[in-house]
Each structure stands twice: as C-alpha cells, then as structure tokens.
C-alpha cells in the first residue's frame, strides 16, 4: 500500500538556518505529493503541493521537488523564522483503489530560536 | 467562510461513556474526512463521505465507532462505549473534489478527546 516517511524528529535550528526536512514515499501509480503544517493547538493547513514529476510547489518561502526517480519530496527553506516553529506533514493522495484518501508521513517537529 | 467547525474542541470522558463528536464543514465542499491523530499512529484516516454518502470506511477501528452525515452541513463521529486508548485529537476536513484545483483538504481545529 501507500507509505510515506519522514526524517525523524525533533528539528532545533536558528532563525535564519536553512532547513531541509527529507520526505520519501511508496506508492503505484503518480501521486500526488503535498506538505501540510499544523501550528499548535490548530489543524492542519496546505503549506504547498506539487501533482507530477518534476513540479516545484512553493509557500511562505519554502519549496519542493517532486522527484519520481528517487520518490522524495523534500522540504526546503532558505532561511527560517521563529513563526515557522510548527508540525510538518509530508502526504500523498494515491490513485487505484485508494483515490482520493490521503496518506500522511508522521510528522516532524521544527522549533527554531531567536 | 468560518472554515471547517468542530465541537466540542475538547472531551473527558469516562471509560463506557459515549461519544459524540461533530462536524460543519465548509459550505459547497461535497466530500468530508474524519481522521485520528495519536502519538503511536499518526494520521489515520477513520472515514469519508462524497454528498453525505460514506464512501470508505476501511479505517473505522472497530464497531464501536460509528459515523454519519445527515446533510451536507453537519456530520457526526461517535464512540460507543469509549475506551482510554481511544484518547486521540480528531480531525475533520472538507475539500471541493478529489482531483485538480479541488483536492485541497481544508482541516478544522480538531477534538481532543481524553478517555479515563
């Protein structure tokens, strides 16, 4: 079946780090591949999604790649700020039979300091 | 739009108890999600619905849960009777469609749900 993982947790960085939160997926057919963050207390919300091979999805700052040959969809910013200290979701929404139903890595925890 | 609304935001429960968590969803969306986020298992997702019919409900742990969608505007999920290791946040969320400018699933701020 469908699978999703993510770099394991937590994440501790500076403001102004770069960040690369690594995502690879398992799955029949093409995908497509999201990031979602939860800030605490709240639920989820899309941070950016790409639907094929290749495409840059890109918010807030932060991209991704959808790479087929090497399945990953990893998380990138540039330089991060304190307002991005959250729980970040890497997903897939399949095809067959589970169009439609999307398939959530475990999160990975991001804290960044002043 | 207010978004996707749920209540209550947080239950104590005592184990046996039942359940009864709730669901507004965004107006026009015509498909709902019910998901369960613990420490153990992550993300799951429960059960959905494509115009107030349940669609796949592969994910409903037992027959203890139950839900349902009486119209396009409300939706429940139900424990009957509750155990501790049901304690969970549970996520509701609507999206358009499932393909294209449609598949984005907007969450509502979930239950947190504690069972004693």
């Known amino acids: 079946g469908d699978s999703v993982t993510q770099m394991e947790g937590p994440v501790t960085l500076s403001e102004e780090a770069f960040l690369t939160i690594n995502c690879t997926y398992t799955a029949t057919g093409y995908p497509s591949l999201f990031w979602y963050v939860q800030y605490p207390g709240e639920g989820l919300q899309l941070l950016l999604k790409a639907t094929k091979a290749d495409d840059k999805g890109s918010n807030k700052g932060f991209e991704a790649t959808y790479r087929k040959e090497t399945t990953s969809f990893h998380l990138e910013k540039g330089s991060v700020q304190v307002s991005d200290s959250a729980v970040y979701f890497c997903a897939l929404k399949g095809g067959g039979t589970s169009y439609g139903k999307l398939t959530f890595g475990q999160g990975t925890i991001l804290t960044v300091h002043p | 739009d207010a978004g996707v609304i749920q209540s209550p935001r947080h239950e104590v429960t005592e184990m046996g108890q039942e359940v009864t968590l709730r669901c507004k969803p965004i107006s026009g969306h015509d498909y709902l999600f019910w998901y369960r986020q613990t420490m153990m298992r992550g993300l799951e997702l429960l059960i959905y619905f494509n115009n107030n019919v349940p669609i796949d409900d592969s994910g409903m742990p037992e027959d203890r849960f139950s839900a349902k969608m009486p119209n396009a505007s409300f939706s429940t999920l139900k424990i009957q009777p509750s155990e501790p290791r049901d304690s969970a946040v549970y996520f509701c969320?609507?999206?358009?469609?499932?393909?294209?400018?449609?598949?984005?699933?907007?969450f509502g701020p979930g239950t947190r749900l504690l069972v004693l």
């Open positions: 969320a609507s999206t358009l469609g499932l393909a294209g400018n449609q598949e984005t699933q907007y």
